[in-house]
T-cell receptor
């Protein structure tokens, strides 16, 4: 158990819909990361937050957004969903510092039908 | 451009045989290097990491990896593979100034024959 909690574990929704994925980081970790894992793109970095502020952005679509709340939990919002958004979405957390170990949750499986 | 390459998409070994998974990176300096494992339906678990110092690092589950600066490589090894090692293995790097952003290789899927 990494200490990173993600909900829901599985989600099936229709095209055009909007979903929210939730993440609770490990106790004491101020940095939260979101990654997308798909068959064709592999593991892609989406976005990073540190103590409520956006720190780095990766290949995140404009239809996707995220935020980190004062209690440090984070949410990833995916809107206008397309079939190609079906993927495993990971949340991860770490303490501050380049090279610090990043701990991953078990992921949220999103299926868009 | 900064990148991570895992040349082998799929590897099959017999139980008890030795294993080496390859990883190369493209970067002007030494990055922070990691190996993660993903079992079916599971999240990513850190096996080991290298920042500096001794170029041979020991990890969990009997794995080790060796950093070779001249080859820009960080290969993962295990002397004797167990059936439970069947999983997907990801090499990942953090480049300095990269806000601790992990860049992953494409992964190597390991199958273990009894």
């Amino acid at each position: 158990d990494s200490g990173v909690t993600q909900t829901p574990k599985h989600l099936i929704t229709a095209t055009g819909q909007r979903v929210t994925l939730r993440c609770s980081p490990r106790s004491g970790d101020l940095s939260v990361y979101w990654y997308q894992q798909s068959l064709d793109q592999g593991l892609q970095f989406l976005i990073q937050y540190y103590n409520g502020e956006e720190r780095a952005k990766g290949n995140i679509l404009e239809r996707f957004s995220a935020q980190q709340f004062p209690d440090l939990h984070s949410e990833l919002n995916l809107s206008s969903l397309e079939l190609g958004d079906s993927a495993l979405y990971f949340c991860a957390s770490s303490t501050q510092g380049t090279g610090n170990t990043i701990y991953f949750g078990e992921g949220s499986w999103l299926t868009v039908v | 451009a900064q990148s991570v390459t895992q040349p082998d998409i799929h590897i099959t070994v017999s139980e008890g045989a030795s294993l080496e998974l390859r990883c190369n990176y493209s970067y002007g300096a030494t990055p922070y290097l990691f190996w993660y494992v993903q079992s079916p339906g599971q999240g990513l678990q850190l096996l080991l990491k290298y920042f500096s110092g001794d170029t041979l690092v020991q990890g969990i589950k009997g794995f080790e990896a060796e950093f070779k600066r001249s080859q820009s490589s960080f290969n993962l090894r295990k002397p004797s593979v167990h059936w439970s090692d069947a999983a997907e293995y990801f090499c990942a790097v953090v480049f300095s100034g990269g806000y601790n952003k992990l860049i992953f290789g494409a992964g190597t899927r390991l199958a273990v024959h009894p």
